[in-house]
C-alpha cells in the first residue's frame, strides 16, 4: 500500500510539473484522484437465476422438492456503503412430491405440483469493494396444483394461485463493473387454501 501510494503521489507531481512548465509557471487546474477500483451499485439490472427448492405441505405429507429457473429485475440506489434496491423475479419449477395412502377402501394416490413462483421484495445490503452482503423480503406468488387418485375412481387435479410472503439473504460479487453473480437463500411461506372443495385445506 505504501509503494502504491507513493507512486500515485510521485505520478501526480510528475503531471503538475509538467502542466507548469507547459504553461509557463500558472498554477495547473486543481484536480482529485478518483480510486481505480470504485465499484458502484446503482442503476438498474437484469439477470437469469437457477436453483433447488424443498419444503412441505400443511396437511398433506407430501414433500415437494425440485429445480427452478428463470429471470429477475431490479433497481439499487446506494449511499456509502449502503445499498439499497428492489427486485422481482419469475421461475418456472418442477418442484414436486408424492406420497400413497391407505385408505380401508382403495390405495391413494396424492402428488403436490408447484409449476411457478414469483417474488417482489426490498433489498439492504452492505458493500465493500466488489462485495454485497444484503438482506431481503416482500411477498411471493405460487402456482400449485395438488392431484389425487385412485384404482377406483381414476385421477382428478385442482390448481390454485398462492400468495405469501418471502425472507432471506445472499452475497454478491461484483465480477466486473457490468456483471455480478450471487449466492442466495429465500424462505417462502405461502397461505392455505382448499383443494377439491369442500375437502380441508
Known amino acids: 500500500l505504501v509503494v502504491g501510494a507513493a507512486a500515485l503521489v510521485a505520478a501526480g507531481w510528475t503531471a503538475s510539473a509538467e502542466a507548469a512548465d507547459l504553461n509557463y509557471g500558472q498554477r495547473a487546474p486543481y484536480t482529485v484522484n478518483q ?20 419444503g412441505s405441505v400443511d396437511n398433506n405429507p407430501t414433500k415437494p422438492s425440485g ?31 408424492s406420497a400413497v395412502e391407505f385408505p380401508p377402501n382403495a390405495v391413494f394416490h396424492n402428488e403436490v405440483r408447484e409449476h411457478w413462483l414469483s417474488t417482489f421484495r426490498g433489498r439492504i445490503g452492505y458493500a465493500h469493494d466488489n462485495w454485497l452482503l444484503y438482506a431481503t423480503g416482500g411477498g411471493a406468488l405460487a402456482n400449485v ?18 400468495w405469501g410472503w418471502t425472507a432471506g439473504g445472499g452475497v454478491e460479487v461484483k465480477l466486473t463493473q457490468d456483471w ?4 442466495e437463500y429465500l424462505y ?5 387454501k382448499s383443494y377439491f372443495n369442500p375437502a380441508p385445506s
Open 145 to 162: 396444483e395438488n392431484t389425487i387418485g385412485s384404482v377406483a375412481v381414476g385421477e382428478i387435479s385442482d390448481k390454485q394461485w398462492h
Open 67 to 97: 429445480f427452478a429457473g428463470g429471470v429477475q429485475a431490479g433497481y439499487n440506489f446506494q449511499n456509502g456503503p449502503w445499498v439499497f434496491g428492489l427486485e422481482g423475479d419469475i421461475s418456472a419449477t418442477n418442484k414436486n412430491g
Open 35 to 54: 480510486p481505480l477500483n470504485a465499484y458502484s451499485w446503482a442503476g438498474p439490472y437484469l439477470g437469469g437465476n437457477l436453483g433447488y427448492g424443498w
Open 180 to 183: 455480478t453473480a450471487k449466492v
Open 188 to 192: 417462502v411461506g405461502l397461505q392455505d
